[in-house]
């Protein structure tokens, strides 16, 4: 069974593609690399620039542009091939031009709107070419019923497990959004009055300076998979902040089910998975920490194998494109 798999995101394509793979599957990648960028420096495409805003009142030159590069570079990749399944991770994220030419040269096609459908409107106009659509967010799937969407959430993927001595106590890896910073001072005193121990990267904009401590880093430049899962199995507990905008459970949940590891988050909404123990998952504000000490105290309460390796990547696939034997994934 041959099939396409389209998603922009090259670092969490790996574990995917590498599970198709597992499963017998050719998997054609469109994006394996993506296309060289824009030089924005080039004569020709300064002039376009500058016609493009003060003639044609379009601030977006650079961003058309890039985009017209991206789909000849992809309609190329699909020329003359046929596929039985294309996986999509964030259709919205593509021309419907593509969409379409995708559409005709499938059997099936699947979506995975892994961030809300409100954040991304557009994508409710591509709706009607998919076979399988589905959202990780419970509130799409209340506020849509219109619609037949399918819920789905994030998976884990690896088997590393918790280190049995944790070199600190809490690990947060995520990007430096002012509320996250402020948040983020707040464990820090946290953990400084309780004698404890934080490790934090916040990845900020080129235009911030650095601020690089053993403890807490505000830096220019992200880790890796493999780094990220180095940190986190040297922690007794992982930091999760919810985006505002939806309340869809992060990667972060799935990988601490999988490794027997504690969480701390602000979404509420955590309560009501199947995998939800209050020993578990410690649910804040972030503004009072009443309790917290005691929940670090506790031993980690092991879930039912059954439940963990339903969010495991292999059944996780096997649901989303509907093959072989799985057991369907739910929200809460």
Known sequence: MKILYINKNLNLSKPIVNQMIKMGFEVDILIESLPKALNKSAFSHKIGNVFSRLILKNKNYFIKKEKHIFEKFAL????????????FIRADMY???????????????????????????????????????????????????????????????SDRKKNNIAEYDFFYIGVGLDDRIRLIKNIEEFVIANGLRIKAILTIPEFREEEITESVSFQHKGISLEENEDFATKAEVVIDFKIDYHTGASFRFFECLNREQKIITNNTEMKNYDFYHPDNIFITDFEDFVGLKEFLQKPYHKIDRKIVEKYGIKNWLNYALDYGDYEAINLP
């Open 95 to 157: 021309s419907e031009n593509l969409i379409k030419r995708v559409r005709k040269q499938t059997k099936k096609m699947i979506n995975y709107q892994w961030d809300g459908i409100d954040i991304y409107p557009r994508i409710l106009d591509y709706y009607k070419y998919f076979d399988r659509f589905f959202v990780f967010d419970n509130a799409d799937m209340r506020k849509y019923k219109n619609l037949n969407l399918l819920p789905l959430t994030n998976f884990y993927y």
């Open 76 to 87: 190329k990749r699909l020329k003359n091939k046929t596929y039985d399944i294309a996986f």
